[in-house]
């Protein structure tokens, strides 16, 4: 007898060639100008499949800043911060031990967990082994600076590359963890 299939989280986002998600105050709207058609459609197939958001508050708050409200009102949301108790739209804010709720979420029946960012969290949970997938859009663009995707030292973690495509001028590279 297998084993039931349990959700993946996914942690899906672009970065800059020279490998930063944002700029060092935590802004992404250098992605706003280089927005593709054929990235906007791989973005919105994407997010069909998903049916959770989990990120950091610092995340979170760049979501509102650069969209002015939150993005994603019609998926089950969590935002994990010790400072944040609260939002006005529906995203439940996490407090606690955030690796035990992400392997809570991903043992229920569901759809993809999208682990939207930001470093912090995306290296917590790295971790603690409970990120199944990347998917990684390598915009053409080199920031010089910035926020790099992993926010501490881990140690070797091997990639097994799944897929490439490119999307216009943008190359996105899929890769499953081997813990």
């Known amino acids: 007898m297998t084993e039931p299939e349990h959700r993946k ?28 058609s054929e990235s906007d459609a791989a973005i919105q197939s994407f997010y069909q499949g998903v049916d959770t958001i989990i ?5 979170y708050e760049q979501c509102i800043k650069l969209a002015g409200t939150y993005p994603y009102q019609e998926k089950q949301s969590y935002v994990f911060s010790k400072t944040l108790h609260d939002t006005a739209d529906r995203t439940n804010v996490v407090t606690g031990n955030v690796p035990e709720f992400v392997r809570q979420l991903k043992a229920q029946d569901g759809g993809n967990i999208w682990l939207v960012g930001g ?55 899929t890769y499953k963890i081997n813990y």
């Open 9 to 36: 989280v996914i942690l899906y986002l672009a970065q800059s060639l020279d490998g930063f998600i944002a700029e060092k105050d935590g802004s992404t709207a250098w992605l706003s100008a280089l927005n593709s």
């Open 55 to 59: 990120m950091g508050r610092k995340t």
């Open 119 to 173: 470093a912090e969290t995306f290296t917590m949970l790295l971790k603690a082994q409970l990120v199944d997938e990347l998917i990684i859009t390598i915009a053409p663009v080199l920031l010089g600076d910035g926020i790099s995707l992993i926010s501490t030292h881990l140690t070797d973690m091997p990639l097994e590359l799944s897929k490439t495509r490119q999307l216009g001028q943008f190359v996105e590279l």
